[in-house]
């Protein structure tokens, strides 16, 4: 959403009384919901938040040496045939083994969810998580696509911050992975937008002191260098000429919480076009495992957001 | 030299290069012409050259407090200033500027600025296992806009403001005093 965030700005500066706007939002609590304290099991999620499991797919043999995982925010997902064409033809893509995926959508009357289908074109299981609903009765939330089983799945709910519009539920879905006689835990995020670093931090730590002392931890810390005005207005003079490293602020913290930090030098992971900017604020971290290398896929153009990839080793 | 590599940027970079000296010297020719011709009649800028404002938004960010003294009809030096807190994050910003002012009447013109911008980002933590960061740039600021002086002072300023973090746009409106 970096795109709608610019373009938000740019509409704003025009309109001075944002100013006022943006101040008064700023007088807002720090959070306005703590978020939960455990992963819910999907089993104890019912209505119009059900969360989806499906292991339709035969368990893939277990990696050689080191295992893809692929975290990408799809921009809602609405090109599934996209999608499924970038992590079949792409062939750092199509090496994936397990893949975070960002924003997506399902929607009703469009023959089951979208995860789900970008699953089973590619041969892989999924666990959904909807964050929220949409009046029609579709929802918008994370997934994680597996070669192999997903033998548990849960939602954390993330501390809740009022952003004056747009605000929206943040969650965090975590997987365990049955690869061989081996366990894998994934964890995937998606983090508000128009919040400044130690409010980030805040509502990631939530998740991290519940992550595994093992595990791949990866997804859209949407880490925008900016410094944000009453959560409405990003100050671009101080961002032109001091940009604050909100995504290094991040890899400090997973690093102090005993993670390894393999995509810090990706680079940028938007997808914008100019005169729009782009910026990293996709990263994937690992605490106990060993990652031997990492990379964005820039030629993956389906959402406003590039691939980033990770191999870990595989033991 | 340029490297082989740097041409392409460089090419696509001549153009605006060729549009920012243009502009330039048909500023310096206006500014030239004007002091050349002495208004029929004494301007706002020469009775009150001195300028106080209080900016919402423009070149501090969020607000800024400046001050201006006009030493000539059409010309001006000045600064803004802003040191603004939020959520525990200090952000000071000091931006110091040359005026000119390339039509113009008694009290209103057009208002064109350039100049330099700093900025110092302190972001303290509030969270166990972050120490912290900061940030700190300099970089460049130009801005055009509309100003209305007598006493009273009111200006509107398109600005763009770049550095290493690239080039951002942004504006904002003054309201201020002048005297003499």
Redesign the interface.
């Known amino acids: 959403m970096t795109a709608g965030a610019l373009r938000a700005s740019v509409r704003s500066i025009a309109l001075p009384a944002a100013a006022a706007l943006a101040l008064a939002a700023g007088a807002c609590a720090r959070h306005d919901h703590p978020g939960g304290d455990r992963f819910v099991p999907f089993a104890e999620i019912q209505g119009e938040l059900q969360p989806e499991l499906a292991n339709d797919a035969p368990p893939a043999a277990p990696p050689s040496g080191t295992l893809r995982v692929v975290t990408y925010n799809v921009h809602y997902g609405a090109d599934v045939a996209g999608l499924t064409a970038a992590f079949l033809d792409v062939p750092s893509l199509a090496a994936a083994g397990v893949v975070l995926l960002e924003e997506i959508d399902a929607h009703p009357g469009e023959g089951g969810t979208r995860a789900a289908r970008l699953a089973s074109a590619l041969g892989m299981n999924h666990a959904f998580a909807p964050a929220w609903a949409y009046p029609d009765g579709g929802t918008h939330g994370l997934a994680v696509l597996s070669r192999w089983p997903i033998t548990s799945a849960g939602v954390l709910d993330l501390p809740y911050f009022e952003l004056g519009s747009a605000s929206e539920r943040r969650i965090a879905l975590r997987v365990t992975l049955q690869i061989g006689d081996r366990e894998l835990v994934v964890i995937a995020i998606h983090l508000d937008t128009r919040i400044n670093v130690n409010d980030r931090l805040t509502q990631l730590s939530s998740a991290v002191q519940l992550a595994d002392p093992a595990c791949v931890f990866g997804g859209d810390f949407n880490t925008l260098p900016f410094v944000w005005a009453g959560r409405y207005l990003p100050l671009l003079p101080q961002d032109a000429v001091a940009p604050v490293d909100v995504a290094g602020a991040v890899d400090q913290y997973m690093v102090n919480q005993g993670f390894l930090a393999p995509t810090a030098h990706s680079g940028d992971t938007t997808n914008d076009s100019p005169p729009l900017p782009n910026f990293k604020i996709d990263s994937i971290y690992l605490r106990g495992y060993e990652a031997t290398g990492s990379a964005v896929e820039r030629s993956a153009t389906v959402s406003d957001h590039f691939p980033l990839w990770v191999d870990v080793v595989w033991p | 030299m340029i490297a082989l590599t740097n041409v392409p940027r460089a090419m696509r970079l001549a153009p605006v290069l060729l549009r920012l000296i243009a502009a330039a010297a048909w500023l310096a020719g206006g500014v030239a012409a004007a002091a050349e011709d002495p208004p029929a009649e004494r301007s706002a800028r020469l009775e009150a050259p001195h300028a106080v404002y209080f900016e919402?938004?423009g070149?501090?960010?969020?607000?800024g407090v400046g001050y201006d003294w006009a030493f000539a009809d059409r010309l001006a030096v000045g600064g803004t200033a802003s040191f603004?807190v939020?959520?525990?994050?200090r952000?000071v910003?000091l931006a110091p500027y040359v005026s000119a002012y390339p039509f113009a009447g008694r009290s209103s013109a057009l208002l064109v600025q350039f100049g330099a911008?700093?900025?110092?980002?302190s972001?303290p933590?509030?969270?166990?296992?972050?120490?912290g960061?900061t940030?700190?740039?300099?970089?460049g600021?130009f801005s055009v806009g509309y100003e209305f002086r007598s006493r009273f002072l009111f200006r509107f300023l398109a600005?763009g403001?770049?550095?290493?973090?690239?080039?951002?746009?942004?504006?904002?409106?003054g309201l201020g005093g002048a005297f003499r």
């Open positions: 919402v938004l070149k501090g960010g969020v607000y603004v939020i959520d525990d994050q952000v910003t911008e700093f900025v110092h980002v972001v933590s509030t969270v166990p296992g972050f120490s960061t940030s700190t740039g300099l970089g600021q600005t403001v770049f550095g290493r973090g690239g080039f951002r746009p942004w504006a904002g409106i």
